[in-house]
């Protein structure tokens, strides 16, 4: 498969629409994201992506995101950003935080590489790829959206991120010349965007194409797309728009229930969860419980460990199948809880040690979904 161009504000949502699924209730919002790729289009500037294998093996590579918590912000942290007079800078801080980290490490970047899923983060570097000219490629680092940058492959293949240039949207900038581990790096961005009210612009992981395409989950800005465009097929034609996307990714549908209740934290720069579940259907008398630290990552069905982390957890609208970002997620909501294998590697002991569910705190022995969904006798993929 060759480039892939987004023409029309449809192709736009299309593509959004997917990554709500594959944000696994993070990855940023979908209005955030569609206002990004809105205000780039509507400049007439190109919002594309290219094959990893169009990259010249030579070519310096760096992710662009935002740090922070999903968390709804608070009115009075509105009101403090008033009191002290922030205005937001005329640059894009995202573009700017890249400048920033070439002109630190003194490395011309020309190729951008989403770090991870969802509909800000697919978003983010198409829009920092278009302002600056270059091109975007077709994959990312997770496969899936993550709270911290432990879950990402560079640190599987002992390529971590341990410097960074950081902007936030008042101008402050910074760059972090060496952190001595990931988690260092991770909670130095955390407090940053603590510090900058909401979230700050990181670049980082530089690194040459050749390096960058045997470490990329590749194809998965096509995958959201090809999401987006089956969900909306779907509904056109009056047909589960759910099951017609799970049939597609070779995922589960887990669950269907009404959110019965909603317990949620903003703190240390994360945005941590407890939605219950009660079901419904097939599923009348049972529940499942969901938490999440950004996204989703941890199950409980009727009281017992279930489908955890690296595989993936993501809720969606029971009746049009849209995904549903946890910051806007409530009480009272009909959905259906979808399942889909993680990365194979992030599978291994070592994998497990950054992604499984004890290092979130869970004492929980991680068993890989498929494995689950066989010892309950029959497919969900069918209710």
């Not at 130095?188 to 960058?212: Q, R």
């Not at 045997?214 to 089956?230: H, N």
């Not at 070779?250 to 903003?266: H, K, M, P, Q």
């Not at 945005?271 to 990552?297: A, C, P």
């Amino acid at each position: 498969m060759g480039k892939n161009t987004l023409r029309t504000p449809q192709d736009c949502e299309d593509l959004l629409e997917g990554a709500l699924w594959m944000g696994t209730g993070g990855g940023g919002s979908f209005d955030e994201g569609m206002t990004k790729l809105k205000k780039v289009m509507g400049e007439g500037l190109s919002l594309e992506w290219v094959p990893a294998d169009q990259i010249q093996d030579d070519t310096w590579t760096v992710t662009i995101g935002l740090h922070g918590s999903i968390a709804p912000m608070s009115q009075e942290i509105l009101r403090e950003i008033s009191d002290l007079g922030l205005v937001e800078t005329q640059e894009w801080y995202l573009t700017k935080a890249v400048k920033e980290l070439g002109e630190s490490l003194e490395q011309d970047f020309n190729c951008i590489v989403p770090a991870e899923l969802g509909p800000d983060s697919v978003a983010i570097p198409l829009a920092v790829g278009a302002y600056l000219g270059i091109p975007v490629v077709d994959g990312d680092y997770v496969g899936r959206a993550v709270p911290e940058e432990a879950q990402a492959t560079y640190c599987l293949h002992n390529k971590q991120s341990n410097l960074f240039a950081g902007v936030d949207r008042w101008g402050n900038s910074i760059f972090v010349k060496n952190a001595v581990n990931t988690h260092s790096l991770e909670r130095m961005a955390k407090m940053l965007a603590v510090a900058s009210y909401g979230d700050i612009a990181v670049a980082t992981t530089p690194l040459i194409a050749k390096e960058m395409k045997r470490i990329l989950v590749p194809g998965t800005l096509s995958q959201c797309l090809e999401i987006g465009q089956i969900l909306r097929a779907s509904r056109k034609k009056g047909r589960d728009p759910i099951d017609a996307v799970v049939n597609v990714i070779n995922g589960w549908r887990l669950f269907n229930g009404t959110v019965e209740g909603l317990e949620t934290e903003d703190r240390d720069g994360y945005y941590f969860g407890t939605v219950h579940i009660k079901g419904s259907g097939v599923y009348q008398d049972q529940t499942l419980k969901v938490w999440f630290k950004n996204e989703n990552l941890i199950t409980w069905l009727n009281g017992n460990s279930w489908v955890c982390s690296p595989d993936l957890i993501s809720l969606v609208d029971r009746k049009n199948g849209r995904g549903i970002y946890n910051a806007e997620l409530k009480q009272g909501d009909e959905v259906a809880v979808i399942g889909m294998k993680g990365i194979e590697d992030f599978r291994t002991d070592y994998g497990l040690t950054l992604a499984g569910p004890e290092h979130f705190g869970f004492e929980i022995d991680y068993r890989p979904i498929e494995v689950l969904i066989a010892e309950a006798g029959d497919s969900p993929k069918s209710k």
